[in-house]
């Protein structure tokens, strides 16, 4: 006689059935003429579509985007290090995992861990981005919905896009995230980076003044006539602020007038 063993499959069709309804869609715009950039955000997106999550489970980001590196489809582009754009492998991604946040928290799904960068980014407000770095820095999120939701991410034209989808909610409540700035702090000088190959009084600048920013975020829960039932405080975020950061020749031309002058 054969011994049977019945093995229920952790994911089935009726699970699939029941994911009818997009819970929520956030959109985030990229500068198309960076080609390394634009390549690992579609390679990131590419990474998260049609990923299912279960009720319960722990989504990693870092661990569906796997090793940044050449073999596994990501570019050169320019990442922050240090308080300092370089280049390095997978540049974008983080515009791909912000996008990705500002969806689970429209969602009303459980972050489990997410930091903000250290300094504001052109494509999203203050507080509503999310970094990662491999083996380091994550985000998480944990399915608390009770079903299973699956995840969409796709790239058009400029556009970055992720949406969750899931089951009809009960109510026709929404979701909507709410962030206020409780400081803003101006940067002090200016930094100089002397360049020999500049013409004397030759002056490029690299960066303008950004000022930094304490800011408190929001998620609130409001029905269908407006009025706000729930608010969660979902993070207090810090910017630093970033000096004017200039390249000037060894002596520019107001240097050596100012000493004719003196003599």
């Keep these: 006689n054969l011994c049977v063993v019945e093995i229920t499959p952790d994911i ?6 029941k994911i009818t309804t997009r819970l929520a869609e956030f959109h985030t715009f990229f500068n198309t003429a960076n080609e390394g950039r634009v390549h690992n955000i579609k390679t ?4 998260i579509n049609q990923k299912l999550v279960l009720p319960g ?6 661990k569906t985007l796997r090793d940044r590196t050449e073999k596994n489809g990501y570019k050169p582009a320019k990442v922050i290090v240090n308080n300092e754009l370089v280049d390095g492998l997978g540049g974008g991604i983080c515009q791909v995992t912000s996008t990705f946040y500002n969806t689970v928290l429209l969602s009303g799904l459980e972050i489990v861990e997410r930091r903000n960068h250290t300094l504001p980014l052109s494509y999203i407000a203050v507080g509503r ?9 994550d985000f998480k999120f944990r399915n608390n919905l009770g079903y299973a939701i699956l995840v969409e991410s796709w790239v058009t034209g400029n556009q970055v896009s992720v949406s969750i989808w899931g089951r009809k909610p009960q109510t026709e409540n929404s979701i909507r995230i ?3 700035i409780t400081e803003k702090t101006q940067p002090d000088g200016v930094e100089i980076q002397i360049y020999p ?15 930094g920013y304490k800011v408190e975020v929001y998620r609130e829960t409001v029905d269908p006539s407006g009025k706000v039932i729930k608010t969660e405080k979902i993070s207090v975020d ?3 602020p970033q000096k004017r950061k200039i390249r000037k020749s060894p002596v520019s031309a107001v240097d050596t007038e100012e000493g004719e002058e003196k003599e």
């Design 12 to 17: 089935t069709q009726q699970m699939l059935d």
């Design 44 to 47: 990131a997106s590419a990474k």
């Design 57 to 62: 489970e722990v989504f990693s980001m870092d």
């Design 129 to 137: 981005d999310a970094t990662i770095s491999q083996g380091y820095i």
């Design 178 to 180: 709410r962030t206020k």
């Design 197 to 211: 190959t500049l013409k004397p009084g030759e002056v490029v600048v690299v960066r303008e003044a950004v000022p």
């Design 238 to 240: 810090r910017y630093l």
